[in-house]
């Protein structure tokens, strides 16, 4: 966290592909906005570009402005690829040979969406960790074998600040104001976007069955969806299997075949994430808690959080509550220095 006192503008640059994702950029763009303006003065700095300088036109069919060309591009902190739909024939040889030339002039370099497969064509990825929007995962996997692919919701490995799509730029941003101007500031912005919680890099973009798998896989899909419909009181593999008509023998190898893990394992992380998700939002005791994700006693449930998660329940709630206090004692510094002001 810098000192106020010798508080440096920070500049992040915005490059517009053709079909970028609007709420990428927009939920990338706000929390700078809102920081300059919890802050009292103008502490970040940022810029739309696009390669030649003319707007280019977002998935939605909306553009925004760019301020000028890639090649007019000055100093900056942090330049981000904004990516969208139909990346591939956004990508020109252009493009990868501007992206290099910012690389070897040790530019800091991010990517929103899609952004990723840019970079990633560039050859500035490898060795590096990097995410993508969860639709791009296996992909880029298959195509780019030297990057490191995660399937968090945004990865900062040295000078690289790769982000999936939707609203996880606003928690990337979130992540960086907290490293600037520390968490009390971070926690102001969210409150202004109604975030409940922050969250890290090591939580993980949510990814759809069927994206894993594939819609062929009907069997497959309907016993997972029996298996998130009965969180507070699990079926037993042989009701799943009565129900969906298929055999405990063949629920059992579709599992290991297109997930590589046993039914019982899957259920058990399901239930493990809702709980932490009424942990981390909510005010349920951890006894309800227990109950409502289908865990027989709060020692079995606190070994089987600490397996996953490593940490117990308990940690997991401080952590909450710790950042919750923050949140208030900030509140009432901006109130009394209004006042004063005032």
Sequence with gaps: MESPAVLRKCKYAF??????SLIAVANALEPLRMANRVVGR????????????????ASSGLTLSPSGALDKLGAV?????????????????ALLAALRRLAERKVPLGALCTGGYALARAGLLDNFRATIH????????????????????FTIDRDRFTCS?????????????????????????????????????????????????????R????????????????LSLEKIAKATG????????????????????????????????????TSMPIMAITAA?????????????RNQFGHPPSAERKIGETEAQMAVGSRIGVAERAGLAG
């Design 15 to 20: 490059l517009t592909l053709p079909n970028y």
């Design 42 to 57: 103008e502490v970040y700095e940022w810029s739309v570009i696009s390669m030649d300088g003319r707007a280019a036109e």
């Design 77 to 93: 902190d942090i330049l981000f690829v904004c990516g969208g739909i139909n990346v591939r024939e956004a990508v020109s040889p």
């Design 134 to 153: 969860w639709e791009n995962l296996s992909a880029l996997r298959e195509e780019f074998p030297r990057v490191l692919i995660s399937d968090q919701l």
């Design 165 to 217: 799509g939707g609203t996880a730029p606003l928690d990337l941003m979130l992540n960086l104001i907290q490293a600037k101007l520390g968490q009390r500031i971070s926690q102001l912005v969210s409150e202004q976007f109604i975030v409940d919680r922050v969250r890290k890099d090591t939580d993980r973009q949510y990814i759809p069955l069927r994206a894993q798998i594939g819609v062929s896989h």
């Design 219 to 234: 069997g497959l899909i309907r016993v997972a969806q029996l298996m998130e419909e009965n969180i507070e009181k699990p």
């Design 246 to 281: 298929l055999s405990r023998r063949q629920i059992e190898r579709l599992f290991k075949r297109d997930l590589n893990c046993v039914p019982k394992r899957y259920y058990l992380e399901m239930r493990l994430r809702r709980a932490r998700e009424l942990l981390l939002q």
């Design 293 to 305: 994700c289908g865990f027989q006693s709060p020692p079995h449930f606190s070994k089987c959080y």
